[in-house]
């Protein structure tokens, strides 16, 4: 029985092969945007966790510890040669120190060169940093360059500018050596800090070498060291820093991680799968309304067909399954195309972007699975109308 209702469905869809095809086309758009976007919001995600990671998983902040700071031991906590210490520890691949200078009263003022009519006040942190902190913060230079060992051991009176402090100073060229001011002093511009990986406060700062700060603020020591290590050796070098630094009393200090953003990146991933899903199901939705369509107009044009089975001893029930038989097969066949389809969509796209695909082993039977169960749903209504047209529907059909 079964075989004969299949091979009836058979033999109905391929009388209409463009109609089939039509109508397979809809529900292989809808799984197809629904493999893509599931696939996408996957591949995305994992490309948004591996950034997340790498950067938490690769930084380590070295301050004095909290004992050592209320005992006024900041001092000798950390030495000035902290980056060049730390060089030494295996999986570092670089490290700076930084300092935020507490001068609440200090503008920052420049002077242009081609307007000395233009002088322009602004109220700007002043950070100190030994020259392994552009690298420890994973920082570009824009225009110029960083300060060198030179430069601080003599204490010269340079500065790098974040890009929206220069930005709003109309500072975009160090080509004819601008300067600012620092209250009285001038400062040569000698770079422009175009991007940072971390520490963003440092775009919107000045920046000066650890010996000037020291000679001409009175810095007394680091107050911090970034250090930016190989995946993997944030762990090991978090142990070995403080001894690293102060062999004599490596209680005096704190190496700490960056704290894993896991909260960050699960919503970040959840909120992209959760748009990509909505879009995705109201594609397969506009195909079971295809699918419905179809069956039912052809349920219509069938009339005289069906009541002419009735009326040879065809059952409701055999009626309603050769319908439903013939949407599911249009269903899966649509399936089957949407999740080729999506696959394809998936691994194109990551190609282009540089990223590793990722997709579930089990999305490409789901979706076929599910086109099934579209057509299913979908031919659910004109089956129960086929299965109601009585044998006399065939004479008044004809008549």
């Known amino acids: 029985m079964l075989r004969d209702l299949l091979g009836e469905a058979i033999s109905a869809s391929l009388a209409r092969p463009q109609r089939m095809a039509l ?54 906590a950390i030495p000035w040669d902290a980056e060049t ?69 003599r204490a010269d009176p340079v500065v790098v500018l974040g890009a929206t402090l220069a930005a709003t100073l109309h500072v975009a060229d160090v080509g004819r050596h601008p300067a600012v ?49 190989r995946v993997g050796a944030a762990r090991l070098i978090s142990s070995q820093a403080p001894t690293a630094l102060a062999p004599q009393s490596p209680d005096a200090l704190e190496a700490a991680q960056a704290p894993e953003p896991a909260a960050v990146r699960a919503k970040v991933a959840r909120d992209v799968q959760s748009l990509f899903l909505v879009l995705g199901l109201v594609s397969l939705v506009i195909g079971a309304v295809g699918i ?55 691994t194109a796209v990551s190609y282009v972007k540089e990223w590793t695909p990722v997709l579930a082993p089990w999305l490409p039977a789901a979706a076929v699975a599910a086109g099934t169960v579209v057509g299913l749903l979908a031919g659910a209504y004109p089956a129960h109308r086929a299965s109601g047209i009585e044998p006399i529907a065939a004479l008044r059909a004809e008549g």
Not at 41 to 62: C, H, K, M, N, Y
């Open 292 to 346: 419905a369509n179809t069956t039912l107009v052809s349920v219509l044009e069938r009339t005289s067909e069906i009541g002419l089975r009735r009326s040879l001893g065809a059952t409701r029930g055999q009626v309603a399954g050769q319908f439903l038989l013939e949407s599911a097969g249009v269903g899966l066949f649509g399936g089957i195309l949407g999740a080729s389809t999506g696959i394809v969509v998936v």
């Open 181 to 229: 001011f620092l209250g009285d002093r001038a400062y040569t511009v000698v770079g422009i800090l175009d991007g940072v990986a971390r520490e963003p406060a440092l775009l919107n700062a000045v920046i000066i070498p650890d010996g000037t700060a020291a000679a001409a603020f009175g810095l007394t020591a680091p107050q911090s060291v970034r250090v930016d290590t």
């Open 23 to 76: 109508t397979a086309l809809g529900t292989m758009l809808g799984i197809g945007a629904l493999v893509a976007t599931v696939g996408l919001a996957d591949t995305a995600g994992a490309q948004i966790v591996s950034r997340f990671d790498e950067l938490a998983a690769t930084e380590v902040i070295v301050r004095p510890a909290a004992r050592a700071a209320t005992q006024g031991e900041l001092v000798s």
């Open 85 to 153: 210490r730390l060089a030494r520890l295996n999986g570092v691949v670089a490290a700076g120190t930084m300092s935020k200078l507490d001068l609440p009263d200090l503008t920052v003022r420049t002077t242009s060169v081609v307007d000395p009519l233009a002088p322009d006040d602004r109220a700007a942190d002043v950070v100190a940093g030994s020259p392994g902190l552009l690298g420890a913060v994973r920082g570009t230079i824009g225009s110029g360059r960083w300060f060198d060992a030179g430069h601080s051991r």
